[in-house]
T-cell receptor, first 114, second 117 residues
Framework: AQSVTQLGSHVSVSEGALVLLRCNYS??????LFWYVQYPNQGLQLLLK??????LVKGINGFEAEFKKSETSFHLTKPSAHMSDAAEYFC????????????FGKGTMLLVSP | GAVVSQHPSRVICKSGTSVKIECRSL??????MFWYRQFPKQSLMLMAT?????????EQGVEKDKFLINHASLTLSTLTVTSAHPEDSSFYIC?????????????FGPGTRLTVL
């Protein structure tokens, strides 16, 4: 079984400030981890993914995440927020054993103020 | 590469009618496609997993006779909401996967907003 917990349903930052969105996972086997972004009335766009290679993963739009096995975490960061980063962010986990389903966290809405 | 389309993007129908939503992988073959439902301000809930040429696997609590899934080819899966009612109004999102060779990544369609009057 696997699960994802995203701490904070809403995170507010000022433009130019550090963005930190938290994700903790639970998995009985080595996980694959993903961060997706969703803009209103749109599907999900992949930001980055961890698939057991480098623990620090760089994604699109300046985002990155670090896989920490000891903390079972995969937090998403960006050094400087832009207004265009305002959206809903989902962390998701699957396993590396064949074709297994994605389990999503509840999502975190990122609000960026000028 | 790895583009997934959905059609229609929005549909409004009367209660009791059926609605078909198409999900296509445009530039790759997807042996497995997934159907999700998303309520306002909530996460995605997996409804079913569909494999080309076989019956879909439905998640617990999802009525397979109400949500008919057909995965007739490696690039097309359809979801038909039969005898739709207002409580079926939701945002339906499909995804298509490249399997383990593709890192188990799923590529998502843009979603279909269904409103049942």
């Amino acid at each position: 079984a696997q699960s994802v917990t995203q701490l904070g349903s809403h995170v507010s930052v000022s433009e130019g400030a550090l963005v930190l969105l938290r994700c903790n996972y639970s998995s009985s086997v080595p996980p694959y981890l993903f961060w997706y972004v969703q803009y209103p009335n749109q599907g999900l766009q992949l930001l980055l993914k961890y698939t057991s290679a480098a623990t620090l993963v760089k994604g699109i739009n300046g985002f990155e995440a670090e896989f920490k096995k000891s903390e079972t975490s995969f937090h998403l960061t960006k050094p400087s927020a832009h207004m265009s980063d305002a959206a809903e962010y989902f962390c998701a986990v699957t396993t590396n054993s064949g074709y297994s389903t994605l389990t999503f966290g509840k999502g975190t809405m990122l609000l960026v103020s000028p | 590469g790895a583009v997934v389309s959905q059609h229609p993007s929005r549909v409004i129908c009367k209660s009791g009618t059926s609605v078909k939503i198409e999900c296509r992988s445009l530039d790759f073959q997807a042996t497995t496609m997934f159907w999700y439902r998303q309520f306002p301000k909530q996460s995605l809930m997996l409804m079913a997993t569909s494999n080309e040429g076989s019956k879909a696997t439905y998640e617990q609590g999802v009525e397979k006779d109400k949500f008919l899934i057909n995965h007739a080819s490696l690039t097309l899966s359809t979801l038909t909401v039969t005898s739709a009612h207002p409580e079926d109004s939701s945002f339906y999102i499909c995804s298509a996967g490249k399997g383990l060779a593709g890192g188990n990544e799923q590529f998502f369609g843009p979603g279909t907003r269904l409103t049942v009057l």
